[in-house]
């Protein structure tokens, strides 16, 4: 088994490919995955390789179209349906909550536009889901891009005056010293009435149509074995849950695999086309978007 042929290049796409699958090292994308990396359920005689790396570089790896499969941001799916085609399942969803803005100042107005709009804001990428819905939220801003595990220090140094908070700093903003400023996932709940949709899953469309759909499969089968073993699954989690307990970690995946996760659903579906449909209409986007499912 092998990833290319002896020559450098790419090796014909069958049954005997190693897949690489790529997810952040995050608790919900542990839990999600559990079931394949612990040979927990039929994986039908695939083998996989897991690929552990921050969204804003999965995001540019599937730029070039380098994973399989791979976790990726709804935003940066834009850019990529050439290449890819999202699995209707692995969805993660802010249903009325999402990424944060927060600051260790005492804003001087109740306003988060009035406060933000000449503030620096320390983003964890430029092609991430939170990116695109403060750009929906704010319009153009002063930011600097900061890996976001350092975006609470990066404010702290005063490096930015604010951050956008994504992953476990959701749960831990206040007890790390911030103030929330905002929720965007709530302020689009309330404009919407649609979930925020930050997180996806993809699959390389040059994948033959009978192994995608046994990729597909094996994908829901995991997610689904961790729903049904949720104590089993958390505790895989763990390691991945940074400056978090049990309790923390077991919320924060609950927050995002959810039955959206099973299954986007037309909800789902509409949350997409709205999100991506409106930062076309806006210009942050600069092509029109053929949002393609597997199956």
């Known amino acids: 088994m092998k990833l290319q042929d002896d020559l450098g290049s790419p090796a014909p796409i069958g049954r005997d490919t190693i897949f690489t699958l790529g997810h952040s090292p995050d608790p919900d994308d542990a839990f999600m995955f ?14 996989f390789e897991h690929r552990l790396e921050e969204i804003q570089t999965l995001n540019e790896r599937a730029l070039r179209g380098e994973l399989h499969i791979s976790a990726i ?16 399942c692995g969805a993660s969803m802010g249903d009325g909550y999402g990424p944060l803005i927060v600051t260790n100042q005492a804003p001087k107005t109740s306003d988060p536009r009035d406060f933000l709009r000449d503030r620096r804001i320390a983003v964890p990428g430029k092609m991430t889901s939170a990116f695109l819905a403060l750009q929906l939220y704010l319009g153009s801003f002063r930011y600097v891009v900061v890996p976001f595990d350092r975006i609470f220090e990066a404010v ?13 700093g959701q749960l831990t903003y206040a007890e790390a010293g911030f103030r929330k400023v905002l929720d965007l996932g709530e302020w ?12 996806g899953n993809v699959l390389r469309k040059d994948i033959p149509p009978q192994i995608q759909r046994d990729l597909l499969a094996i994908v829901r089968e995991s997610i689904e074995f961790g729903l049904a073993h ?3 699954a958390v505790e895989h989690s763990m390691p991945y849950a940074r400056n978090m307990n049990r309790t923390l970690a077991s919320k924060f995946i609950g927050m995002y695999v959810n039955d959206y996760t099973r299954d986007y659903g037309e909800t789902g579906r509409e949350a997409i086309r709205r999100f991506l449909g409106e930062a076309r209409a806006a210009g942050y986007i600069n092509c029109d978007v053929a949002i393609e499912f597997v199956g």
């Open 188 to 199: 689009w709940k309330k404009r919407t009435g649609l979930p925020l949709p930050l997180g």
């Open 73 to 88: 941001s709804i935003h940066a799916y834009a850019s990529v349906t050439g290449k890819y085609a999202l699995l209707p």
């Open 230 to 232: 949720r104590a089993e």
């Open 156 to 168: 702290k140094m005063g490096d930015a005056d604010a951050g956008l908070i994504i992953h476990e």
């Open 34 to 47: 559990y079931a394949i990396a612990a040979n927990k359920i039929d994986l039908r005689h695939y083998k």
